[in-house]
T-cell receptor, first 112, second 112 residues
Framework: SQQGEEDPQALSIQEGENATMNCSYK?????LQWYRQNSGRGLVHLIL?????REKHSGRLRVTLDTSKKSSSLLITASRAADTASYFC????????????FGKGTTLSVSS | DTEVTQTPKHLVMGMTNKKSLKCEQH?????MYWYKQKAKKPPELMFV???????INESVPSRFSPECPNSSLLNLHLHALQPEDSALYLC???????????FGPGTRLTVL
């Protein structure tokens, strides 16, 4: 079952531009995580934000969480061609038995 | 060592074959997971092991049989699979159930 819905489904930008991806979810959560997946490979964890946090930064990444709207956003600043990948949000919640439930993902293409 | 390894990388099997996928981690994590991922879709949770005990089985057909021989190893035994079971099978581990998950590179399975 899927908990999150990412928006947009696909995003194409130029190198140096910022990329923003949004994620909405349905139930209350313990935390929300963002993962990156290069084509046909394993997922790489990017950042985890807990339900009592509102914003978190890691390098060029900025994640926000609005639990009242059940939504999160991932901002990648000064994008590079190497950022081309699929990005998934994933949540853990007591309703899901604390397992990680993934959204549908956003495919990001960064052209040079 | 923050690596999760999976073998084999690729597997082609007939519908009458029996094969196993193997996953290993040496990070001392006590939770391990199997996911199935079809092309252009998010990973779908199959099984969760916590402290070597099966804690979640997401209504997976019995032709998939998980095994956790010890805290570092996770196997997925395959028997009498169907062509629609062809997918990327991902293993992951985490310290505890709600924590960041570390993913292996996956096994690309093709069922003929």
């Amino acid at each position: 079952s899927q908990q999150g819905e990412e928006d947009p489904q696909a995003l194409s930008i130029q190198e140096g531009e910022n990329a923003t991806m949004n994620c909405s979810y349905k139930t209350s959560i313990n935390n929300l995580q963002w993962y990156r997946q290069n084509s046909g490979r394993g997922l790489v964890h990017l950042i985890l934000i807990r339900s009592n946090e509102r914003e978190k930064h890691s390098g060029r990444l900025r994640v926000t969480l609005d639990t009242s709207k059940k939504s999160s956003s991932l901002l990648i600043t000064a994008s590079r061609a190497a950022d081309t990948a699929s990005y998934f949000c994933a949540t853990t919640s007591n309703q899901a038995g604390t397992a990680l439930i993934f959204g549908k993902g956003t495919t990001l293409s960064v052209s040079s | 060592d923050t690596e999760v390894t999976q073998t084999p990388k690729h597997l082609v099997m007939g519908m009458t074959n029996k094969k196993s996928l193997k996953c290993e981690q040496h990070m001392g994590h006590r939770a391990m997971y199997w996911y199935k991922q079809k092309a252009k879709k998010p990973p779908e949770l199959m099984f969760v092991y916590s402290y070597e005990k099966l804690s979640i089985n997401e209504s997976v057909p019995s032709r998939f049989s998980p095994e956790c021989p010890n805290s570092s190893l996770l196997n997925l035994h395959l028997h009498a699979l169907q062509p629609e079971d062809s997918a990327l099978y991902l293993c992951a581990s985490s310290q505890i159930l709600t924590d960041t998950q570390y993913f292996g590179p996956g096994t690309r399975l093709t069922v003929l």
